[in-house]
T-cell receptor
């Protein structure tokens, strides 16, 4: 079965550079979530989109922005990168928003961002 | 505030032994609770979920969890550990109808 696709899988950037992470949800899934997992830490919710509109927002820095496109894929744009942004960034998708019985979040393999 | 606490950052068991990973939650509304497993360099895979139906939830790979409101707990168990169960396990709470709040994770080590 098709899963959530994230690209790139690994990314190395210098401080103050920009990075763009991409997420392709499972076909027919209309909701996308972004999470950040620092080294040895639990995943932290950043932001989510439903039907191309932002649906919820967590601890996402102002330097980060995200959007969901007409084909439901999403991009997380990160500017003025800092050393502390080094983390594993997960994307998840679901069919419909909310955490009801059938709206399970399926996670992608993550993008590992290293800021030097 | 809604939060999740996982007791024990590391749990070590022998192959064939009982696995018990502890999770306590704090929520002002009836919770949605989840257990995820993460293998090295991989994404999060859902093991099981509680959504106010049966309090004993069975998941994949022989895992199950019991929701106990009086104890605000959702501990994960498996009767007999396999080597392949060695991974990081996260308990998560569904909040604000969408996002998940994760615990700090428990690394399960299985020795032969």
């Amino acid at each position: 079965a098709a899963g959530v696709i994230q690209s790139p899988r690994h990314l190395i950037k210098e401080k103050r550079e920009t990075a763009t992470l991409k997420c392709y949800p499972i076909p027919r899934h209309d909701t996308v979530y972004w999470y950040q997992q620092g080294p040895g830490q639990d995943p932290q919710f950043l932001i989510s989109f439903y039907e191309k509109m932002q649906s919820d927002k967590g601890s996402i820095p102002d330097r980060f922005s995200a959007q969901q496109f007409s084909d439901y894929h999403s991009e997380l744009n990160m500017s003025s990168l800092e050393l502390g942004d080094s983390a594993l960034y997960f994307c998840a998708s679901s069919l419909g928003p909310g955490l009801a019985l059938n709206n399970e979040q399926f996670f992608g393999p993550g993008t590992r961002l290293t800021v030097l | 505030a809604q939060s999740v606490t996982q007791l024990g950052s590391h749990v070590s068991v022998s192959e064939g032994a009982l696995v018990l990973l502890r999770c306590n939650y704090s929520s002002s509304v009836p919770p949605y609770l989840f257990w995820y497993v993460q293998y090295p360099n991989q994404g999060l895979q859902l093991l099981l979920k509680y959504t106010s139906a049966a309090t004993l939830v069975k998941g994949i790979n022989g895992f199950e969890a019991e929701f106990k409101k009086s104890e605000t707990s959702f501990h994960l168990t498996k009767p007999s550990a396999h080597m392949s169960d060695a991974a990081e396990y996260f308990c998560a709470l569904g909040v604000s109808f969408q996002k998940l709040v994760f615990g700090t994770g428990t690394r399960l080590l299985v020795s032969p």
